[in-house]
Every structure is written in structure tokens, then in C-alpha cells.
């Protein structure tokens, strides 16, 4: 039986399974590669993935995104209060103490866990896997994040479980990407040479991971690991969401956080101009038809401006990375590449802060999206890390 890997990510998933002596990441039944980490309920069923995202904004309230960072958190957790009053949609504590999601489902309200909710996306997944591989999946290899806790963790476990899958290991994220980068060099030193350092940079939506790992042929060893769990793609997001709030207030007198399909409309904008910016410097528009009282609105945002109003959290990329070389006693003259990974590592300020603390050009020979996936679906070996 197959072992598949999944990369459980807060925006999106990925599968990934090892068949004809390679790693190939699946295709959900859309023909796409990403699944959305999304879950909405009606009425009279619940969609996930693509069918979930797309009913984002007309059933807001029932529609859950970026529960990930809830795994293993009490509802008391000032982590959690503090988001509280950010999310479109409700949650409660559980009898257990922990965080519930409160939907309307078959027009009843339910408060489903965090592990229920992983389980139903995991079971899309398993299903994506199954119809790649024309034969039921059971064991598997799931990502988390390098900085989860072991209530965190024992929470994704749990989840998988639901789910009817079978656990063999829980992979840090890092570990994953590093084992889809060496597995497959040919050039790497022999095992009594010195061995070669990377260092591994992963800007996701939601977290920022960093590792430094020794390579030798056949071996793979992590020095060191350093993490900023509340830096990511979507903090981007929040700061044009934040800009644009404030514009349309004095432009056009509409309060926007009071209503939250507006709110959910405006985000989808804010994370297409991020990624536009990427790749132009030019004066982007931003353009919503009827978004509020039937008003259209419109602004416009430079990636010069961007950068300005994002320095804060530009700020904050270097401070990991000092980590690294400070917990491994490595100069940076000693590192052979740095790889980059994850969504957010495409915005052009975070590359060039990297590739400045360094003072080297950074190496994108991994698939930024798929690379964890991959690693997953490679790491076959039953246990579980703690």
C-alpha cells in the first residue's frame, strides 16, 4: 500500500504520493494541484476544498479558513481571544475547554472541533489520493509546522484519526522541505567529507520557519530550527486590508469591518493586489463593483508604498535567521544555499532582506508550493516525531 504525503496548509493542501520511482503530486478533481483548506456548511450538506472557497463571501458566516492555528488551544488562550474578533466566523469553547467552530449546519446550530473540521479535509484529501492511485489509502505522512507543541501536535493526530488514516509520522514542515531538496542530489560530499550547511527559508500564510541542515550523500541532519509563528503571507494581507478600510472610511463613508461579506470581498482583493505587486512596481488598482450600499469603489497602491507600510513586518525577517547562526555557531560564509519556500516567499522585500542578510543570491531549485508534499510522500519511515 502507498504511503501519501499531506501538506496541510493554512491557505491550501497538497498531496503528494511516490509511484514509479518519483514523487508526484496529485490532482484534485478540478484538475489542480492545490486543494483550499476550506470547509463550508449549509443548509442541506458542506463542500470543501475549491467548492468551500468559492461560497467565501455569500455564506460567510458558515464558511471556516485558517483554523490550523487553532489545533491544541484552549479557548482561554489569549492567542485565541485575540483573533477572536478578527474571523468572520463564530467560535466557542468546547466542554473539554478547547476551540470550537459554530456554524449553522442542516439548519441547526452545531459547534464542530478543530479536529473535526482537519478530519473533513483530510478525508477530501484521502479521497484525491485514493482516486490517483485507483486503491484505498490508509497510512500517511502529515505535515505541521516546526513550531507546533505537542498538545498541537496530538491535536493533527487525533484529527487523522476522524479521518480514518493511519498516522506513521508527523513531519516538520523544514525537515520535509530539506529531505525533497537532497534526496534526489547527485553532487552531494561523500559521508566522510565535510558535510555541506543550507539553509532552508519557508514564508507561508500564516508562519515563518527557518532551518539550517548538513547534507552529506545518504545523510541528512538538521542543526538547528527557528521560527516568528505570527509572521506570514496574510499579516501582508491584513496591512492592505487595514490601508484600504481606512481610505474607503474617508473616501466614501462606508464602515467596512461592520460588515463582514464586505470585509471577506475586500480581503480576496487585498491578496490578488499582494501578488500583483510582485511582479509590477508600477500603480496598481484596486476596483470592487457594488461593495457596500451598492457604491463601487476603487484605490490604487505601488509596491514602493507597499514596502513603506509593511517595514515593521519586513523587520521581522531577520531576526530567525540570526537565530540560526547563533544556535549553530556557523558563519554565514559557511552556508552553501539558501532555499526559499512557501507562498509569501515571492514578495520581492522579504526575498531581498534574505538574500541581503546572507549576501548571497537565494537558490528556488524547489517547488515553493509542493516542496513540503513532497518530502511527506518520501518519508515513509513509522514514527512520529515529538
Given at each position: 500500500?502507498s504511503?501519501?504525503?499531506?501538506?496541510?496548509?493554512?491557505?491550501?493542501?497538497?498531496?503528494?504520493?511516490?509511484?514509479?520511482?518519483?514523487?508526484?503530486?496529485?490532482?484534485?478533481?478540478?484538475?489542480?494541484?492545490?486543494?483550499?483548506?476550506?470547509?463550508?456548511?449549509?443548509?442541506?450538506?458542506?463542500?470543501?476544498?475549491?467548492?468551500?472557497?468559492?461560497?467565501?463571501?455569500?455564506?460567510?458566516?458558515?464558511?471556516?479558513?485558517?483554523?490550523?492555528?487553532f489545533?491544541?488551544?484552549?479557548?482561554?488562550?489569549?492567542?485565541?481571544?485575540?483573533?477572536?474578533?478578527?474571523?468572520?466566523?463564530?467560535?466557542?469553547?468546547?466542554?473539554?475547554?478547547?476551540?470550537?467552530?459554530?456554524?449553522?449546519?442542516?439548519?441547526?446550530?452545531?459547534?464542530?472541533?478543530?479536529?473535526?473540521?482537519?478530519?473533513?479535509?483530510?478525508?477530501?484529501?484521502?479521497?484525491?489520493?485514493?482516486?490517483?492511485?485507483?486503491?484505498?489509502?490508509?497510512?500517511?505522512?502529515?505535515?505541521?509546522?516546526?513550531?507546533?507543541s505537542?498538545?498541537?501536535?496530538?491535536?493533527?493526530?487525533?484529527?487523522?484519526?476522524?479521518?480514518?488514516?493511519?498516522?506513521?509520522?508527523?513531519?516538520?514542515?523544514?525537515?520535509?522541505?530539506?529531505l525533497?531538496?537532497?534526496?534526489?542530489?547527485?553532487d552531494?560530499?561523500?559521508?566522510?567529507?565535510?558535510?555541506?550547511?543550507v539553509?532552508?527559508?519557508?514564508?507561508?500564510?500564516?508562519?515563518?520557519?527557518?532551518?539550517?541542515?548538513?547534507?552529506?550523500?545518504?545523510?541528512?541532519?538538521?542543526?538547528?530550527?527557528?521560527?516568528?509563528?505570527?509572521l506570514?503571507?496574510?499579516d501582508f494581507?491584513?496591512?492592505?486590508?487595514?490601508?484600504?478600510?481606512?481610505?474607503?472610511?474617508?473616501?466614501?463613508?462606508?464602515?467596512?469591518?461592520?460588515?463582514?461579506?464586505?470585509?471577506?470581498?475586500?480581503?480576496?482583493?487585498?491578496?490578488?493586489?499582494?501578488?500583483?505587486?510582485?511582479?509590477?512596481?508600477?500603480?496598481?488598482?484596486?476596483?470592487?463593483?457594488?461593495?457596500?450600499?451598492?457604491?463601487?469603489?476603487?484605490?490604487?497602491?505601488?509596491?514602493?508604498?507597499?514596502?513603506?507600510m509593511?517595514?515593521?513586518?519586513?523587520?521581522?525577517?531577520?531576526?530567525?535567521?540570526?537565530?540560526?547562526?547563533?544556535?549553530?555557531?556557523?558563519?554565514?560564509?559557511?552556508?552553501?544555499?539558501?532555499?526559499?519556500?512557501?507562498?509569501?516567499?515571492?514578495i520581492?522585500?522579504?526575498?531581498?532582506?534574505?538574500?541581503?542578510?546572507?549576501?548571497?543570491?537565494?537558490?528556488t531549485?524547489?517547488?515553493?508550493?509542493?516542496?513540503v508534499?513532497?518530502?511527506?510522500?518520501?518519508?515513509?519511515?513509522?514514527?512520529?516525531?515529538?
Amino acid at each position: 500500500m502507498s504511503v501519501v504525503g499531506f501538506d496541510v496548509g493554512f491557505m491550501n493542501c497538497y498531496v503528494a504520493v511516490a509511484r514509479a520511482g518519483g514523487i508526484e503530486t496529485v490532482a484534485n478533481e478540478y484538475s489542480d494541484r492545490s486543494t483550499p483548506a476550506c470547509v463550508s456548511f449549509g443548509a442541506r450538506n458542506r463542500s470543501i476544498g475549491a467548492a468551500a472557497k468559492s461560497q467565501v463571501v455569500t455564506n460567510c458566516k458558515n464558511t471556516v479558513q485558517g483554523f490550523k492555528r487553532f489545533h491544541g488551544r484552549a479557548f482561554s488562550d489569549p492567542f485565541v481571544q485575540r483573533l477572536k474578533n478578527s474571523l468572520v466566523y463564530d467560535i466557542a469553547q468546547m466542554p473539554s475547554g478547547t476551540t470550537g467552530i459554530k456554524v449553522m449546519y442542516l439548519e441547526e446550530e452545531k459547534v464542530f472541533s478543530i479536529e473535526q473540521v482537519t478530519a473533513m479535509l483530510l478525508t477530501k484529501l484521502k479521497e484525491t489520493a485514493e482516486s490517483a492511485l485507483k486503491k484505498p489509502v490508509a497510512d500517511c505522512v502529515v505535515s505541521v509546522p516546526s513550531y507546533y507543541s505537542d498538545a498541537e501536535r496530538r491535536s493533527v493526530l487525533d484529527a487523522a484519526q476522524i479521518a480514518g488514516l493511519n498516522c506513521l509520522r508527523l513531519m516538520n514542515e523544514t525537515t520535509a522541505v530539506a529531505l525533497a531538496y537532497g534526496i534526489y542530489k547527485q553532487d552531494l560530499p561523500a559521508p566522510e567529507e565535510k558535510a555541506r550547511n543550507v539553509v532552508f527559508v519557508d514564508v507561508g500564510h500564516s508562519g515563518y520557519q527557518t532551518s539550517v541542515c548538513a547534507f552529506n550523500k545518504g545523510k541528512l541532519k538538521i542543526l538547528s530550527t527557528a521560527s516568528d509563528p505570527e509572521l506570514g503571507g496574510k499579516d501582508f494581507d491584513e496591512a492592505l486590508v487595514k490601508h484600504f478600510c481606512e481610505e474607503f472610511g474617508n473616501k466614501y463613508k462606508l464602515d467596512v469591518k461592520s460588515k463582514p461579506r464586505a470585509l471577506v470581498r475586500l480581503y480576496q482583493e487585498c491578496e490578488k493586489l499582494k501578488k500583483l505587486m510582485s511582479a509590477n512596481s508600477s500603480d496598481l488598482p484596486l476596483n470592487i463593483e457594488c461593495f457596500m450600499n451598492d457604491i463601487d469603489v476603487s484605490g490604487k497602491m505601488n509596491r514602493g508604498q507597499f514596502e513603506d507600510m509593511c517595514a515593521d513586518l519586513l523587520a521581522r525577517v531577520e531576526a530567525p535567521l540570526q537565530s540560526l547562526l547563533e544556535n549553530t555557531k556557523l558563519k554565514k560564509e559557511d552556508i552553501y544555499a539558501v532555499e526559499i519556500v512557501g507562498g509569501a516567499s515571492r514578495i520581492p522585500a522579504v526575498k531581498e532582506r534574505i538574500s541581503k542578510f546572507f549576501g548571497k543570491e537565494l537558490s528556488t531549485t524547489l517547488n515553493a508550493d509542493e516542496a513540503v508534499a513532497r518530502g511527506c510522500a518520501l518519508q515513509t519511515k513509522p514514527r512520529v516525531t515529538c
